[in-house]
């Protein structure tokens, strides 16, 4: 039993069984023992590897499509380049260095981020270079105004509420206690309003997931990108409309037991890109996958670039994580781009298809 597993037990033995949510919460951001806050998760050497860290076309290929559409958009200055979860910062200074071509658009951008831990803020500032940022704890600190914002594998992090489906409403699953160690459990059958257009579309016993933070962060994203303009790039694991029990845990690149290693496992669930793109109203929304989007925005030729001066592991690890990030049997077709941008705006470059 872990510590966290050990301070857990005590908490549910004192006042009962948690939600998923507070049992993720607590995994991930638990000042002391959690995940986040006690370990290095990305990389070869972590616990799972993100599009950055797999190559270096992904962060620059966002980066301009976000810089295309500030052209588009008539060139706005001052505007926010913004990312959510930067992780080492590796996107966002892949995004720099590729955008730096674009007359105007750094000297127009002010970089924020959105990182709450200490740790790897440290880490993003190195990254960067000394590169100009500012960092923010929250989304809804982020400034009014043009905002251009990628956010990636930031969502499917966020808790998230499980139910299942009754007769006539549903039951919460839960985390609770049993013979002394953790275990799934079920609330009592209740009607939900968030969840009544459900009802049609599901049968008892279907698992239907909710995340309650995901929605007003989209809503603060595309607040600012109506009222001023803008583009929001949201690229993560899921699909379209929630169903079934996507919540896993990583654990030295294997999946394990979300219950098995608290504290000491990556917890994510898929994303429901209908609920972002819900959120985001009034704005424009589209919706490709991850694939598709990287090779409309010119991976093939950049890979081909890069490759003339690789030979040998250097070339094999090169063609390998372009197929890795593109391939339907890889990252191509389970990850999906969502664009937020302007209301009767033209869908950004990649999207429109």
């Known amino acids: ?74 060139r706005p200055s001052p505007v926010t380049l913004a990312e959510l979860g930067p992780g080492r910062g590796t996107l966002m200074a892949d995004l720099l260095r590729a955008t730096r071509g674009v007359p105007g658009f750094h000297q127009a951008a002010r970089v924020h981020l959105v990182e709450a831990s200490p740790r790897l803020r440290a880490l993003q500032r190195e990254t960067l270079g000394g590169h100009p940022a500012a960092w923010l704890d929250r989304a809804s600190d982020l400034p009014d105004g043009p905002l251009f914002l990628v956010a990636n594998e930031f969502f499917d992090a966020l808790p998230i509420r499980q139910f299942v489906r009754g007769p006539e409403g549903w039951r919460e699953r839960m985390v609770g206690l049993a013979e ?91 994303v429901d890109f209908e609920a972002l793109a819900q959120a985001a109203a009034p704005c424009g929304t589209a919706l490709t996958p991850q694939g598709a989007l990287l090779l409309r925005l010119g991976l093939e030729p950049r890979a081909a670039r890069l490759a003339r001066s690789l030979t ?26 969502l664009a937020v941008f302007p209301p009767q705006g033209p869908a950004p470059a990649g999207f429109d298809a």
């Open 1 to 74: 039993m872990t510590a966290l597993a050990a301070l857990l037990a005590r908490r549910i033995g004192a006042t009962g069984p948690v939600t998923v949510a507070d049992y993720m919460a607590e995994c991930l951001l638990h000042p002391e023992h959690g995940y986040y806050s006690t370990r290095e998760p990305f990389g070869a050497a972590g616990d799972f590897t993100t599009a950055p860290e797999i190559s270096q076309m992904f962060g620059e290929l966002l980066g301009l499509c976000l810089a295309q559409a500030w052209l588009d958009q008539g």
């Open 180 to 270: 002394g160690r953790l275990s799934w459990g079920l609330g009592p059958e209740t009607a939900l309003a968030a969840l009544a257009h459900r009802l049609g579309d599901t049968a008892p016993g279907d698992i239907v997931e909710f995340c309650p933070a995901a929605g007003p962060i989209m809503a603060e994203i595309a607040r600012r990108i109506a009222a001023a303009g803008g583009l929001a790039l949201a690229v993560d694991y899921g699909g379209w409309r929630s169903r079934g029990d996507t919540l896993q845990a990583l654990r030295a690149h294997r999946f394990d037991d979300p219950l098995a290693a608290p504290g000491e496992a990556d917890l994510t669930a898929h």
């Open 312 to 337: 040998g592991e250097a070339l094999a690890s090169h063609e390998a994580a372009s197929r890795r990030l593109t391939d339907a049997t890889e990252m191509g077709t389970l990850f999906k781009a």
